[in-house]
């Protein structure tokens, strides 16, 4: 067991560094999305080899950027407008929705986790609301063959909400995130505040969208802060036919 | 949780609001940190700026990628520069002579070129911390971290640099980064 769990932190030690290649990649990223976040040993290992390679960055000496950079930075600050951030909302669509989804254990996983959003809760009761509108239907998206986490697409008519949500899914790859699309006739538009990264493992988005749009739903790995004009289709996909607006 | 992390917090949690004053708080305390690690790796100026302004904007545009729960934000921001910064190096390998990045390497983690640039005491005391961690690791283990995360090399690359089979690279990897978790964070 020490000897297997060994092999597995030389290629966590590996990726933290941004060291791996080939087999050795494809063995990681397995093992991140199977093995890592069950396993208590290989979460910490994980966890302690990231910290160090955050604090390596400090080894080489501070320089001045140049004057010009700032400037230029804040030029794309304005160019980007303010979205409505909601990386709270992941975890806030709570237990209660379980049921509706049949994610199975969903309210479990959540746990205390609920109580570290409470000032969620408002939106948390008006979501669960819309949620058990007549006409609400769950539709659950196909990973495209990498894992087994279920990620589940709620929305109905009249809703203008869709909220998407999912257990045990695992990190997206180094330096990316997952990123929502909606597509119709087969072309997929971005969603604005589509962007997420699991919380352990679970996902719980509410999104202003009027999915009656669209008939075809993705998620996809894309770079932190890129705003692609089209899917990239690398890494955890995850994909499903939306029912057609009436 | 240090003063300094609590710090880092607020500022990030008024960032996901759409704070650009305390972005722009965020940019005054890890600019240079962000820019002299882009320059070790990418060895260029222009590329260098364009990692820092890359990693800046992506946190402007996606601040939810940061957790509060899994570290500090010294961590998420600076390894978002690091990613950044070997993608670009790999992307840009044609253009880059070795004999510069060689030079690059060489230059002493413990010899300050540029302590002129202000930076908050705390970073300073870190790095401190940092670099001794690295000088007490044996010169092969730290030579392989070296040229991994600074040279934006991989494992296999880093094999047939050195003339080592790559479960080598692998077994000095792993000792060296057990060996500064331990250092850097004081575990038995």
Redesign the interface.
Known sequence: MNEGH?RI???L??Y???????E?AVEADRLLSEHVPSCPRCRDAM????????????????????DL??P???R??AE?P??R???AS?VAVAAGVAALVGLAGLSISLGDRVSRTEQQRGRLLAAMEALQQQGTSPVSLQSQGQTAAGLVEVSGPGLERMYVIGRDVPMPS??R?YQLWLGSNGTFVRVEDG???P?DGLVLLELTVDAGRYDEILVTEE?????PASPSHLGHTWHAFLAQAA | MQEDDRLDLELHRRVSVGDRQAFEGLYRRYAPAAYGLALRVTGQDSLAQEVVHDAFLALWRAPEAYDPGRGPFRSFFLSLVHHRAVDTVRREERLRRRAERASNLERGLGEDVAEEVVEDAYLSTRRKEVREALRTLPPDQRRVVELAYFGGYTQARIAQELGIPLGTVKTRTLAAMRKLRRALYRED
């Open positions: 060994d932190e030389e290629l030690a590996g933290v560094l941004l060291g791996l290649s080939g050795d966890a302690g080899f990231q910290a160090v390679a955050g604090d390596l960055a400090l080894a080489v000496s501070p320089a001045q950027p140049p950079l700032l230029r930075i804040r794309g600050v980007t303010v979205r951030r909601r990386r992941v180094a330096g995130v962007a997420f990264v919380d770079r932190i802060g890129d705003a």
